[in-house]
């Protein structure tokens, strides 16, 4: 119940309204110079036409990721953000990182789709 306070608390800043998407994505962090400091993997939990909060084992210390994915075609999901918030999740070991698109509305729009795809065509067969 925790868990789910805290997420409510997080999402009463937000200025759009955001979607359930789960999908596992890998990342690349990098500092404000746009030197890469990190990478890794994680999971997005929910999104936005603007931005979306990303999952991962690690705090992401940085001002800019890259966020990739498959689509339900196997081809790439490539997405720049800028991070505006991490935090320790109340799920032990787990931390909660917002990410701001950056880049064309184009892409962030396509991105968006293929996330909702993914994650609808994923819930519908697994029965999630």
Not at 58 to 66: E, M, Q, T
Not at 96 to 114: C, D, H, P, Y
């Given at each position: 119940m925790a868990s789910r306070q805290n997420a409510s608390n997080f999402d009463e800043k937000r200025r759009y309204n955001r979607i359930n998407a789960l999908n596992g994505v890998s990342f690349?962090?990098?500092?404000?110079?746009?030197?890469?400091?990190?990478?890794?993997n994680g999971r997005t939990l929910n999104?936005?036409?603007k931005g979306l909060l990303l999952e991962t084992r690690?705090?992401?210390?940085?001002?800019?990721?890259?966020l990739v994915a498959k689509d339900l075609n196997d081809q790439p999901i490539q997405v720049k953000g800028r991070v505006v918030d991490t935090r320790k999740s109340?799920?032990?070991?787990?931390?909660?990182?917002?990410?701001?698109?950056?880049?064309?509305?184009?892409?962030?729009?396509?991105?968006?789709?293929?996330?909702?795809?993914?994650?609808?065509?994923?819930?519908?067969?697994?029965?999630?």
């Open positions: 690349f962090l990098f500092d404000a110079d746009r030197k890469k400091i990190a990478q890794g999104l936005s036409q690690k705090p992401l210390n940085g001002a800019y990721v890259v109340e799920k032990a070991g787990f931390f909660l990182t917002g990410v701001e698109f950056l880049g064309s509305r184009e892409k962030q729009k396509n991105a968006i789709i293929a996330f909702v795809k993914t994650h609808n065509h994923r819930k519908t067969n697994n029965g999630l």
